[in-house]
């Protein structure tokens, strides 16, 4: 009842008119960003995050999340429809597409758009059930239990964003290195600052997302020349009934597999799909059909997609640790505007807790409508070259620098993080472990600093204390097996010839480096 | 043509150095009492050690061949940096134009006609950016 009860009290705030016109508007713009090719929820979170600064905090966050969560809807209509891969909808590409080739596509649409609704209704309900609870739990954390916490996410998001620990983990230890610049806050000495006036803030987060996830990627792209062919069929978006009742048994079960998987250190959308699909593989009544264009192959990841994006909000808000970059950047929009994520905040903000919790599914509702009946005005936004988008982009990119500190050279400090983010693209180092080391790193060393006063130096307080014990356990039986991954890899490539040292390296499928 | 690994190897190590190295210059401390120079030494160390990994296994595996189009980089750098030069000495709206058309070098078949409705329709958006959010833009 206290559930129901908290989530009317949600409604209650995110019904009122200005809510609504930032929800719709972050599912809005969202959608547009997740069907165009080469911006995801990162640098739009990036690119809008100063453009938030003069709106109210609760309608700011809400926004936000829309974005995030509209970009993920968005990626599912680009993939049916022509085959892009986007970072969160390379499986919906699989029989999303084949479905297109048979003729379906307001099928797989439908389908789609449909689970997308269940998976995200469902998240809301375990968001709002587990959020409040687990933020009892994180009270139980010390110091040491949130280094050790810290670490397991970065070993997580690097397995997970890029398939090799080396390289991602390399990623957030830069990204935590970055975050050393500026003022000592224990006892105020400049550190790394070369006597440079503006670094003694620190590097502007916003200067750094926009680098390496705006600057970097447009330059990326630029270097791809792909010509993408506009979406010329017919969409028929209704289904038959029997087709309608093959939608929410994939729907329900995909649900709960991102559900789940949004919560974990370095889960997300991406894993939670392909988790989704192969559980789809095992036990739908229709599997000998799943990978040739089957309902079950769209409903299931679709459902898992979404749900699992809006469960990623229960570590960074009961806990205060985000467990991807996007979440990394929302944590960062939190601060900004003046609110600590953790195990107080709902307790603190109950108002903006729930009122986000219940905008998730009013934006649910705004994107059925925006996804689904009016799918084939956002098909047009694919005929815009990409000669017009990309100097627009760079263009905001400026603005977006500028709007934090009005300050035109911060724009310098954005382009060299917008080469250095090209170089460690064509590295093949992805940028997302770097912005969740950038914006963990000063809360790693706090807490680090704090567990070694308290333990006046001893190294022991992680494995004594039975949270950080088991956390570090996690990171070690991880490494073991991420070991014994390699050396079956090597043995493989041993015995099948010389193998490019890329693929040795991708230990793990890597669908988001995919997009790098 | 450079091996990717091992300039990925070498470009960790460097990082690592540079923070390592500049972390020695602050006061470094005892683990029970830290100075600002012990975690960024601590990470620099992790980083260098991943870095070591790095190029030792560069020399094992087979070399990626690294690709790098230095042109369009420096054109977008170019564009970025004018920008805020004439931003600062001119105007904004000179700056948009001015941008508009060399980062359009970095692109397919660039367009004069095209940069000049580009440039006029950004010129919009900043003046409403200037109107409506109160950002302080100088555009003329």
């Known amino acids: 009842m206290d559930i129901l009860h908290n989530l009317a009290f949600g409604f209650e705030h995110a019904l009122t008119l200005q809510n609504l016109f930032y929800c719709a508007l972050g599912c809005t713009i969202g959608t547009m960003v997740g069907l165009l090719p080469g911006l995801g929820p990162l640098a739009t979170i990036s690119l809008l995050l100063p ?59 439908f389908t789609a758009g449909v689970s997308s609704f ?37 070993i997580c998001v690097s397995v997970v964003t890029t398939g090799s620990v080396i390289n991602g983990l390399a990623m957030c230890l830069i990204g935590v290195l970055l975050g050393q610049i500026g003022t000592d806050l224990e006892t105020g000495t400049p550190r790394f600052t070369f006597g440079a006036q503006f670094l003694v803030d620190g590097v502007s987060l916003v200067s750094v997302a926009l680098g390496c996830f705006g600057i970097a990627e447009i330059t990326k792209n630029l270097d791809e020349k792909s010509e993408r062919t506009p979406f010329n069929g017919k969409i028929h978006l209704i289904p038959t009934w029997p087709e309608f009742k093959r939608i929410w048994p994939s729907a329900l079960r995909g649900s709960v597999a991102g559900s789940i998987l949004g919560i974990l250190p370095g889960g997300g959308p991406t894993i939670a799909q392909f988790a989704a699909y192969a559980i789809d593989k095992k036990v739908s009544k229709y599997r000998h059909e799943i990978g040739t264009g089957s309902i079950e192959g769209v409903a299931g ?3 898992a997609d979404e749900a699992a994006a809006r469960t990623s909000f229960i ?39 729930w009122g986000l ?3 998730m599914w009013i934006g649910n509702c705004f994107l059925l409508i925006i996804n689904v009946p009016l799918v084939r005005i956002w098909l047009s936004v694919f005929k815009i070259p990409y000669s017009v988008l990309f100097p627009s982009i760079l263009f905001f990119c400026c603005i977006g620098t500028f709007s934090v500190n009005n300050n035109l050279e911060d724009i310098y400090v954005t382009a060299a993080f917008g080469f250095l983010g090209y170089v460690m693209m064509r590295l093949a180092l992805d940028p997302a472990p770097l912005m969740l080391g950038f914006i963990l790193g000063p809360m790693l060393e706090e807490n680090f600093r704090r567990a070694m006063l308290l333990s006046r130096g001893s190294f022991t307080v992680f494995v004594t204390r039975p949270i950080s014990a088991t956390l570090l356990g996690v990171i070690l039986v991880l490494f073991i097996a991420q070991l014994v991954l390699m050396l079956r890899a090597r043995g493989a ?12 390296d991708t230990i793990v499928a890597s ?3 995919a997009r790098n | 043509m450079l091996n990717q690994n091992l300039v990925r190897g070498l470009f960790l190590a460097a990082v690592a150095l540079f923070f390592g190295l500049g972390a020695l210059r602050y006061p470094i401390g005892n683990l029970s009492r830290t100075g600002p120079g012990l ?34 980089i420096a054109l977008i750098m170019f564009g970025l940096c004018g920008f805020v030069l004439i931003s600062q000495h001119v105007s904004m709206l000179l700056a948009i134009v001015f941008m508009v058309f060399i980062v359009s070098y970095a692109g397919t078949a660039p367009s004069w006609k095209r940069n000049l409705a580009i440039s006029a329709v950004l010129a919009v958006i900043a003046y409403g950016f200037q109107r409506f959010l109160g950002l302080n833009l100088k555009l003329i």
Do not use: W
Request: hydrophobic share 55%.
């Open chain 2, 39 to 72: 975690f960024p030494l601590l990470v620099s160390g992790f980083l260098l050690v991943l870095a070591i990994a790095t190029l030792v296994k560069s020399r094992l595996v087979q070399a990626v061949p690294l690709e790098f189009s230095v042109a369009k």
């Open chain 1, 301 to 303: 990841q679709a459902a």
């Open chain 1, 511 to 513: 669908p988001e480096s």
């Open chain 1, 118 to 154: 269940i998976g995200g209704t469902v998240a809301i309900v375990v968001l709002a059930a587990l959020a409040p609870s687990l933020g009892e739990v994180a009270l139980l954390f010390g110091p040491a239990d949130y280094c050790a916490l810290m670490l397991l996410g970065f």
């Open chain 1, 51 to 109: 453009l938030t600064y003069s709106i109210p905090t609760s309608s700011a966050l809400i926004m936000l999340a829309g974005i995030y969560y509209g970009a993920q809807y968005g990626d599912s209509v680009s993939a049916i429809t022509m085959k892009i891969p986007h970072a969160a909808s390379i499986v919906a590409c699989i029989d999303g597409y084949a479905m297109t080739l048979k003729g379906q596509t307001g099928l797989a649409l």
């Open chain 1, 357 to 359: 919790v219940a905008s």
């Open chain 1, 315 to 353: 570590p960074l808000m009961s806990i205060g640790i985000p467990e991807n970059a996007v979440m990394a950047l929302m944590m960062a929009a939190f601060i900004i505007k003046g609110i600590q994520p953790g195990p107080n905040m709902i307790a603190k903000h109950p108002d903006l807790f």
């Open chain 1, 493 to 504: 490539s041993r015995a099948g010839g010389p193998v490019a040292a890329s693929e040795r």
